[in-house]
């Protein structure tokens, strides 16, 4: 089992930064593949970024150029660096691991939520 717990939601202006982190206990951290993803109200839940075991990285194209996910294996910690914040990038977001390298998430956080002022 791996416990996620994500951090680092506020308010922010747009045009903003913000940082999430997602904090992983459990099982190696290092082995799993880690995504993003962000639910605003009457929508429905949209994948964000990836990042898998070894490094590599996606973007939905609407947040390319303007966030970056990384991790810190020796820290067990997830992050997603938001610049350039829109009004609409405001949501709960989620983040989530999975032990494969393809395939559905296993294991998700509770969501931290961003708010983004115009």
């Known amino acids: 089992q791996v416990q996620l717990v994500e951090s680092g939601g506020g308010l922010v202006q747009a045009g903003g930064s913000l940082r999430l982190s997602c904090a992983a206990s459990g099982r190696t951290f290092s082995s799993y593949a880690m995504g993003w993803f962000r639910q605003a109200p009457g929508k429905e839940r949209e994948w964000v970024a990836a990042?898998?075991?070894?490094?590599?990285?996606n973007y939905a194209d609407s947040v390319k150029g303007r966030f970056t996910i990384s991790r810190d294996n020796a820290k067990n910690t997830g992050y997603l660096q938001m610049n350039a914040l829109k009004p609409e990038d405001a949501a709960v977001y989620f983040c989530?691991?999975?032990?494969?390298?393809?395939?559905?998430?296993?294991?998700w956080g509770q969501g931290t939520q961003v708010t983004v002022s115009s």
């Open positions: 989530a691991a999975r032990s494969t390298v393809a395939g559905a998430f296993d294991y």
């Open positions: 990042i898998t075991s070894g490094g590599s990285t």
